[in-house]
């Protein structure tokens, strides 16, 4: 059973204007999201986070929303760089003693065109 | 080091050999965890490591699979006889703490492995 979700495999957009990138999620023991992004033959990157007790953080050109009730999160890239093009995958720890445990969606590759 | 160092990053192995993959962690981190990633999917939950001790072994699929960790730094995952669905990147992370919402973990570049 998948807890973490992204529904879009990928997703396709032009330079200079808005990628969002959604994510859902169904274990509402979960506190804190991340989203990370991963080039093709490395390691997955620390992109920006959100805690529960918020709806929204920003970061440069990266936002990530979070609306709790219904158990949904996105990303948004704007304006959108060729160097944006990536994996992104969102993930989501749960709080208490197992708080180290990050569940992962499965990604949505990202393509930003020239 | 710099970053969360891993080897081998690319493994080839016939069915039913042992294999051994190791993660050098950011110095200074106490945590470290072991991810894998099979083909079109997300990264799956192996083991936590909370300096020498693993709390959380709950992801190993299965007794072929297990993990170490010595002097609170390197740790080896080992799986024996592997199998075909054992292909998959095999990738270890590390933080400052294990617990915390601010503690950001680290990826490295994976291990790479290939049953045939």
């Known amino acids: 059973d998948q807890q973490v979700k992204q529904n879009s495999p990928s997703l396709s957009v032009q330079e200079g204007r808005i990628s969002i990138l959604n994510c859902d999620y169904t274990?509402?023991?979960?506190?804190?999201f991340l989203w990370y992004k991963k080039y093709p033959a490395e390691g997955p990157t620390f992109l920006i986070s959100?805690?529960?007790?918020?709806d929204k953080n920003e970061d440069g050109r990266f936002t990530v929303f979070l609306n709790k009730s219904a158990k949904h999160l996105s990303l948004h890239i704007v304006p959108s760089q060729p160097g944006d093009s990536a994996v992104y995958f969102c993930a989501a720890r749960p709080g208490g003693g197992s708080n180290y445990k990050l569940t992962f969606g499965k990604g949505t590759l990202l393509t930003v065109n020239p | 080091g710099a970053g969360v160092s891993q080897s081998p990053s690319n493994k080839v192995t016939e069915k039913g050999k042992d294999v051994e993959l190791r993660c050098d962690p950011i110095?200074?981190?106490?945590?470290l965890y072991w991810y894998r990633q099979s083909l079109g999917q997300g990264l799956e939950f192996l083991i936590y490591f909370q300096g020498n001790s693993a709390p959380d072994k709950s992801g190993l699929p299965s007794d072929r699979f297990s993990a170490e960790r010595t002097g609170g730094s390197v740790s080896t995952l080992t799986i024996q006889r592997t199998q075909q669905e054992d292909s998959a990147v095999y990738l270890c992370a590390s933080s400052l703490g294990g617990q915390g919402a601010g503690n950001t973990i680290y990826f490295g570049e994976g291990s790479w492995l290939t049953v045939v």
């Open positions: 959100i805690s529960s007790i918020k």
């Open positions: 274990n509402s023991m979960f506190d804190y």
């Open positions: 110095s200074g981190h106490t945590a």
